[in-house]
């Protein structure tokens, strides 16, 4: 057995002028959870793409369950379980037919069919909606019974694309007890992109993507420790006299938003006392917080994932809504 | 719901245009009037537009996302191709057999061994379409292109392969454009089994000066079926 499940070497995928994808390179080890974070357009989906044989790179290579995506697509696609980003189910059948084309298809042996099938649904709490159309379904089940198809045919690696997308945020934990659950007894791989803070630090290594290149790739934890310092959140009631109060006295730059203002210091438990005393110009308000994956991404790319976040909740439900009228 | 609909069309066709024309209409021969001759015609249509189905459905998967399971489930793609194919061809050939049971309202008398030889003649017919529907719907992305597609490709087709009309004495231009369309050599034939397929009949096609016997022109739509199953099986493989 290889130590690695997932290898991409020097991957480059173009669309005409565009490279979606810029020469990456990394491997993913059996069982870990492998995070894709990043903004949208940074080429998550496009990867995920070529690892699952829907797309072919322009150059550079990937090997999954140590089949190559190009030579050996039928065993590559044998080997994964997929939740796209968009819907792909059959709405014209019910969730039951759904799982059972899908066993058909994966070559799920007739004899423990009808078990796995009912074991996939009852994880998903979907059993008792398994006779109704999936168009009946909201938007959260539809989510649940794409994840139990996804393991009904027991994949090496599981494909996440944006597997909470415009969820509400109890489906949101619901489906991801089912993903550690689902690492924890059968020791699936799972490979996510996501652009949720919260969900990428539930993953074991993280690779932080932009503009098609690999920023960086480490634990949640360690990325973390890129930026090191804690973070000091402050209101004033003069923003402006404020940040040049914290250039002189503590020679540092503050960011100023709509929140006020934010800096870095080292050690922001023993800082804050001090600076509540002593500083000059009046305090309306003050946080301290230790580093998160989006501090991360503002350090190495000089840029917030956040404020896509809203937007693409709505683009996601326009989406819905504009092939449900379509229909 | 979809199978009334499917055959409203062609019935409609049958009964006013067959009805309304049938007595203004000069006899075609001895013993066929319009709605006669328009018969194997209007069965002819109801295939064709029903084999088209294969390739609204593979744009509808699409459309709705579930083609991406198809696409990325270990099952070879051509076999997918052709499962579409042959599906839309059993309803086609459901849909055809309908129209059939209304043979003695028009005036059409059918043996049975005509009706076994229709079956498999329906079948091809919608097979060779079906396929050619699947191999455009591989290469068009969304529905309101391939609706549009349709309209432009299949009303020409039906109107140019003598369904409403006799092909002799049709002017140079048509009489090439209806020899160009694979449709014609399909409902030339179903037409040969229903009215008779004698060398001297009034409905048979003369290509480059050769009469199609009922067995050329069988030969001609096979061609461009297996032609189009091929390219159909092969265009759904590659794409992505």
Known sequence: ?327 | MRMIGAIFLPLLFLFVFGSGLSSRMAMLSPEVNFAQFMFPGIIGMTVLMSSFMAGVSVVWDREFGFLKEVLVAPISRASVAAGKTLGAATVALIQGTVILLFAPLIGVSLSPWTVLGLLPLMFLLATAMGSFGVLLATRIRTIEAFQAVMQILMFPMIFLSGVFFPLQGVPTWMSIVTKLNPATYGITTIRQVILGASPDSPFGITLLGHTMSLWNNVAVLAVFGAIMILAAMRSFSTQD
């Open chain 1, 1 to 327: 057995m290889n130590d690695y499940i997932i290898k991409v070497e020097n991957l480059v995928k173009r669309f005409g002028q565009l490279v979606a994808v810029d020469n990456i390179s990394f491997t993913v080890a059996p069982g870990e959870i492998f995070g894709f974070l990043g903004p949208n357009g940074a080429g998550k989906t496009t990867t995920i793409n070529i690892l699952c044989t829907l797309s072919k790179p322009t150059s550079g290579q990937a090997m999954v369950n140590g089949f190559d995506v190009v030579r050996q697509q039928r065993q590559v696609r044998q080997s994964i379980g997929l939740v796209f980003q968009d819907p792909s189910l059959d709405e014209r059948l019910t969730g039951l037919q759904n799982l059972h084309f899908h066993a058909l298809a994966y070559h799920v042996p007739a004899s423990v069919r009808k078990q796995r099938i009912e074991q996939v649904l009852r994880m998903m709490e979907l059993w008792d909606k398994r006779h109704s159309g999936v168009r009946t379904y909201s938007g959260g089940m539809k989510r649940r019974l794409e994840l139990a198809r996804g393991l009904l045919h027991y994949p090496k690696v599981l494909f996440l694309d944006e597997p909470t997308l415009g969820l509400d945020p109890q489906t949101r934990n619901r489906i991801w007890e089912y993903i550690l659950e689902l690492r924890q007894s059968e020791g699936t791989t799972i490979f996510l992109t996501t652009h949720y803070m919260d969900e990428a630090n539930k993953a074991d290594r993280i690779a932080i993507i932009d503009y098609g290149k690999l920023v960086a790739m480490d634990t949640p934890e360690r990325l973390k420790k890129i930026v090191g310092k804690d973070i000091i959140s402050v209101k004033t009631d003069d923003d402006e006299k404020a940040a040049e109060e914290i250039r002189l006295r503590y020679q540092t730059e503050a960011r100023r938003d709509s929140n006020g203002l934010t800096f870095e210091v080292s050690s922001g438990e023993k800082f804050l006392p001090a600076f509540i005393k002593e500083f000059d110009t009046k305090i309306l308000s003050v946080s301290l917080r230790s580093p998160s994956l989006d501090d991360v991404f503002l350090k190495l790319t000089g840029r917030a994932i956040r404020e896509e976040e809203t937007s693409d909740v709505f683009k996601a439900m326009a989406r819905q809504r504009g092939r449900r009228m379509r229909r």
